[in-house]
């Protein structure tokens, strides 16, 4: 019996309306949480081989050797590794090299993927990266020059375990033994270096080694667990991962409302039905049985449809993300799953349970009055009720997230602007002499029916909103980013510069025709106190490593100036207003520096807006000229240089110490990543624009009946079916053209905080949203009032089927 009355009901278009918008909002939660599910587990089950460790100690400088004496005599394993970069040359081709220098005991966890398998770094030898290999026009047998030192190659590392997830490495990574590394020369007072010592042991033999080392460690030293292990993934990534949730969380937006239109207008269409069954005997027992199995019934096939189309959405997102994400990811567990299930009957519940208790309580008196409706759960009630659960609902999924909190203000403001915009828009086309009589008949039914109006333009307003919302920031993913990085910038880096090399080093790029950039100071410190009050044990970033310190006269362009004054005077610091926000520091608080000689205090008098995606030099603080000279420093400047190779080998032959990074390099793999990750993007654009378009149908289906009422009274008084679709096409045009202005002002206002706030893009007004929207509101509801009015005209017989 439910099944015949599940397959009778089943050609109703706002049941399927239903049946998608769930099996959409399914599709999502399962596809995303799938995806992040691998990745954790991934990075969980295998954090021990990333860190090719139990613990690490990370230092800019060798610790003392009495730590690790001390570390061996509780039991634990120890293995060192020096992190730097520098150039190699195969010939008269340069390259810079990620070099990792371990000795014999590497890796401690893991496997060191090479080729030829089963190779270690030997003295005298270097495995080299497939990519550098290929740069440098190098094989198997061959040798390369790193820095002074001629090595060997003898493979190639394919993978290490302990490399992490960095898809901005600036260079390819070469792997050397520790032994070597004095050979180089590379290595020099100021060089950028990075100390890693790994530790192997069991939990009573770190607890015993912790009490002695943990009480020795410095600010810029850190100590890294298993759990405290820190991915690098890069800005953009992010920002990625953003547009993800954000793509889920309109899904879900869209669904709910779909879902909530279509199914309070398919339980209203079935007020008369349920009367007549009433009439004829039927019990409540009976229709709530039915009523419930066909509920369940819509549930299990939308859980069916909306897995098969979830898990392919995930096998494309993972075919498209692969080139960006760790490794082989283990198998997704179920709480994806849970999570799917959970939504779809979460929103099937707090949508429908109301416009099901009405059905069900329809009196048998509604065959004779089709006024006759139960009054149960007001409106006024019920509304707020589910619209706390809902959110409340999201919150918990999307784990309180900012952009949670963007489009809901949007959203608001979106249902404001409806309900102002909307009255006021009627008061007007009421106060309006139209001569036209298809307009003047499309106007006289939008305001017979003031409230039914409202809601349609909310409806599609939101639609408008929420697809605008998506389609603007997934142009700003790649836009953004091309739009910081001007055709004529840099792209080299010349670093670690001694201050005698300054002068020879300008002299060499004049007289090759080169312009460079400023000759940058940099001194190497850390904070120690703020207002007189130590930043020991503070967990900031800023606090717990060496800082980069500059001065100059002239304020970088793309620093602006956010408060106080330039430039700095004597004893004054100009600091990044992102970081002084972070660390509650305020314009004229004192900050205290330790460098290399002895402590040093500034007050800060201006705060700056530094873009450090624009891949020019930026620091967290700038002095002025002269503050610094007591502090040992080098130097950092930029060129572009578009030429052949010859004069970047010469370059780096005639100043072997200085390093050179290949900034074009680094903006073409960006940019690489970011176009991949558009690209899996496009696919959520799809999902959100389906439950759009459901909701534009399910909006569409409500009023249908009453319309083909007031069309066969028309035709009655002798209308033409011509007049008759012109009035429907200008009755959905004003709809779709006000829709798009109020979707306009929604959009700005959650662009603007989402851009901010959520995925740090400057914010500006964007015109096109104010002419795009209401035309594209216009033309699509206008074409969808001539298709609904030839269905309407075409003879009652079809308009039951579709009705029915």
């Avoid at 080169?514 to 850390?526: A, E, L, M, T």
């Amino acid at each position: 019996m439910i099944g015949r009355w599940f397959w009778r009901e089943w050609k109703s278009p706002a049941l399927i309306i239903v049946w998608l918008a769930l099996s959409l909002a399914v599709a999502c939660v399962l596809a995303l949480g799938s995806i992040s599910d691998r990745m954790e587990q991934g990075l969980s089950q295998q954090s021990r081989d990333f860190m090719a460790g139990d613990r690490v100690l990370r230092a800019p400088r060798a610790v003392p050797d009495a730590w690790l004496e001390e570390a061996t005599k509780a039991g634990l394993t120890v293995g060192k590794q020096l992190i730097f970069a520098t150039m190699t040359f195969a010939g008269d081709t340069p390259q810079l090299a990620d070099v990792k220098a371990v000795d014999g005991t590497y890796p401690l966890y893991g496997e060191l993927d090479t080729q030829p398998p089963g190779l270690k770094a030997e003295p005298g030898t270097v495995l080299l990266a497939p990519r550098l290999m290929a740069l440098l026009g190098l094989k198997q047998g061959d040798n390369i020059d790193v820095g002074d030192a001629r090595l060997r190659i003898v493979g190639e590392v394919l993978q290490e375990p302990d490399a992490g997830f960095n898809p901005f490495q600036i260079a390819p990574r070469l792997m050397m033994n520790m032994a070597d590394v004095e050979k180089t020369g590379a290595v020099q007072p100021g060089s950028r270096i990075s100390w890693r010592y790994k530790f192997a042991g069991t939990p009573e033999q770190f607890q015993q080694y912790e009490r002695y080392l943990l009480p020795k460690l410095q600010p810029e030293q850190r100590w890294i667990g298993l759990e405290q292990d820190e991915g690098a993934l890069g800005k953009s990534l992010q920002r990625a991962q953003q547009f993800l949730l954000l793509s889920a969380l309109l899904t879900l937006l869209l669904a709910i409302a779909a879902v909530t239109v279509a199914m309070s207008h398919y339980c209203r269409s079935r007020y008369d039905l349920v009367a007549i069954l009433k009439t004829l005997g039927a019990g409540r027992r009976a229709l709530a049985k039915l009523i419930i199995g066909q509920w369940v019934m819509v549930l299990l096939l939308s859980a069916i449809t909306g897995s098969v189309i979830g898990l392919i959405f995930e096998s494309l997102l993972m075919h498209l993300l692969r080139p960006v994400l760790p490794g082989e990811l283990p198998a997704a567990s179920f709480w994806p799953w849970l999570w799917a299930m959970g939504s779809m009957v979460a929103i099937s519940v707090l949508v429908g349970i109301r416009p099901y208790r009405l059905l069900l309580a329809t009196q048998p008196l509604r065959v004779l009055r089709q006024d006759a409706v139960a009054n149960i759960w007001p409106l006024k009630v019920y509304l707020p009720v589910m619209t706390g659960v809902v959110v409340a609902l999201l919150a918990l999924l999307m784990g309180g997230n900012t952009l949670l909190w963007a489009v809901l203000a949007g959203i608001l403001v979106l249902a404001v602007l409806a309900g102002g915009v909307g009255f006021g828009v009627l008061k007007l086309l009421r106060a309006l002499t139209v001569k036209h009589l298809a307009l003047r008949l499309a106007i006289n039914r939008l305001l017979r029916q003031p409230w039914v109006t409202l809601s349609q333009l909310a409806a599609f307003s939101l639609s408008f909103m929420l697809l605008a919302l998506l389609l603007v920031l997934r142009g700003d993913l790649l836009d953004r980013w091309q739009q910081q990085l001007p055709e004529e910038s840099p792209n080299y880096f010349l670093i670690n510069i001694a201050p005698d090399q300054v002068e020879p080093v300008q002299g060499f790029l004049t007289r090759h025709g080169v312009k460079s950039d400023n000759f940058y100071p940099i001194v190497r410190v850390r904070m120690t106190e703020i207002n007189g009050h130590s930043t020991e044990g503070n967990p900031d970033e800023a606090l717990n490593r060496e800082l980069n310190l500059t001065w100059q006269s002239g304020r970088p362009e793309h620093n602006p100036i956010v408060s106080g004054y330039w430039p700095p005077k004597a004893g004054e610091t100009s600091m990044d207003e992102a970081v002084a926000r972070r660390l509650g520091i305020k314009l004229g608080d004192t900050l205290t520096f330790m460098g290399d000689t002895q402590p040093f205090s500034a007050k800060v008098t201006s705060l700056r807006k530094v873009d450090w995606e624009s891949m020019r030099p930026n620091f967290y603080f700038i002095f002025p000229p002269g503050a610094l000279e007591n502090q040992p420093q080098s130097f950092l400047t930029s060129f572009r240089w578009e030429g052949d190779n010859h004069l970047l080998t010469e370059l780096n032959r005639e100043f072997p110490t200085v390093s050179l990074l290949d900034i074009g390099a680094i903006i073409k793999q960006v940019s690489q990543v970011l176009e991949q990750v558009s690209r899996a993007l496009e696919l959520m654009v799809i999902l959100v624009t389906a439950c759009g378009l459901l909701l534009l149908l399910a909006q569409v289906q409500v009023g249908m009946r009453q319309r083909h009422q007031e069309l066969v009274v028309y035709r009655t008084l002798g209308a033409a079916k011509k007049l008759l679709r012109t009035t429907l096409w200008w009755e959905f045009a004003l709809l779709g053209l006000v829709s798009g202005l109020v979707a306009a002002l929604g959009a700005e206002t959650a662009l603007g905080l989402l851009q901010t706030k959520v995925f740090d893009f400057p914010w500006e007004p964007d015109w096109r949203l104010w002419v795009i929207l209401p035309l594209t509101g216009a033309v699509l509801l206008s074409l969808c009032g001539g298709w609904l009015g030839l269905r309407l005209l075409k003879g009652r017989a079809l308009f039951r089927r579709f009705v029915s």
